[in-house]
């Protein structure tokens, strides 16, 4: 793909084009546009991104042209018009003869255009068809443009769906640093997509701290309730000292809906006491969760419990394990595997990690960094949790 950018005066409709095509999929989007071309028997198809200074183009054969400046009439009769835009000969209309592109060495004759517009109703852009040669358009041709141009407004309408769900998970993520001395905690979730199956959470109980961490089977939106609906029934039971009671608890509340979904949820969920580092905990299933001591060894805590949502009546251990001082308990989910060779022989990249690491942040960074710079193909999420020397 080629980029040409002929004005930078305005970064509005560039902007606006890049989002766009991040949310249709830019394979989806070209095979669409030829599609619909060869349809209409038209040799060209673009979609433009149109703001009141420019214009920014993406063709169906992957070339952008950003940001050219708006100064030409065609775009402003296009923008306004309601339904199908179309001019059989350009240069046969005295409005449009005399445009660059139609007497220049392109010499486009016939263009056709139909607005696509955001969610809030403002119509912010084009997809459009030309050719050298002028041409008649008929109805069916006319609702064929239509239906383009509405595939991309539903589009854009799912995009700021996700958009405001994403707002919303984030918001359920915890930000505030825990009011007990000498322990650090630090998390992070990377989803693949605007909102993940991926959750971790931490609040206060009496005398420490409860810390979870979660993945649902699955990803997307359906994923990401299920996640909120276990955290919130996890901090509903947070007075109930059992930490095998607040599992339970979550299952049975969710059982119907699992079962519905075909989706089951590996956990750990645990309580800290602070006064001694003693961590109570459930691993349902999860099974990565590892702790480095301050004198460098390693302890992975495996599980033989199986998820919620399984239909099993087996239940779940209470287990036990110190967090002495020094040392950094880090539980993840099986996204971050797949930063490595996707084994868990990538418990140990952690472990390392955790080793070289000066702060519970400085790990969760770390393990960000690499799920943003190798473009992760499964939700990422870290727990880490430092108690001081």
Known sequence: MSEKVISESSVGARALGVELFARLGEDRFSELCVKTAGMLSVANSCVALVNDQSIWFRSSNGVTIGNVPREHPIWDVAMETHGTFVVDDLQSDSRFAAHPLVI???????????????????????????????????????????????????????????????????????TDSLPVDGYELAGMCVPTKAVGGDFFDWYPIDGGIAFTLGDVMGKGVGAAIIAATVRAVLRSARRNKSVVAAVERAEDCLVGELSAAGAFVTLFHARLRASDGRISFVDAGH?????????????????????????????WRRQRVILKPGSTMVTFSDGVLDLYDGTLDSVDRVAEIARGASSAKQIVDEIERLARRDGAPDDVTVLAIRRAL
């Not at 008649?136 to 958009?163: C, N, P, T, V």
């Not at 060894?297 to 099993?312: C, S, V």
């Open 104 to 174: 220049g060495d392109v010499g486009v004759r016939f263009f056709a255009s139909h607005v696509f517009a955001a969610q809030d109703g403002r119509r912010i852009g084009l997809f459009f068809v030309f050719q050298a040669a002028p041409l008649k358009f008929d109805e069916h041709a006319r609702s064929s443009m239509a239906g383009m141009a509405e595939w991309i407004d539903q589009q854009l309408a799912a995009g700021e769906e996700y958009d405001r769900a994403a707002e919303v998970q984030r918001a359920l993520h915890p």
């Open 287 to 315: 099974g990565l969760t590892v702790i480095v001591n301050a004198d460098g060894t390693t302890e992975r805590l495996a599980t033989t419990d199986f998820p919620l949502g399984t239909a099993l009546d087996d239940g």
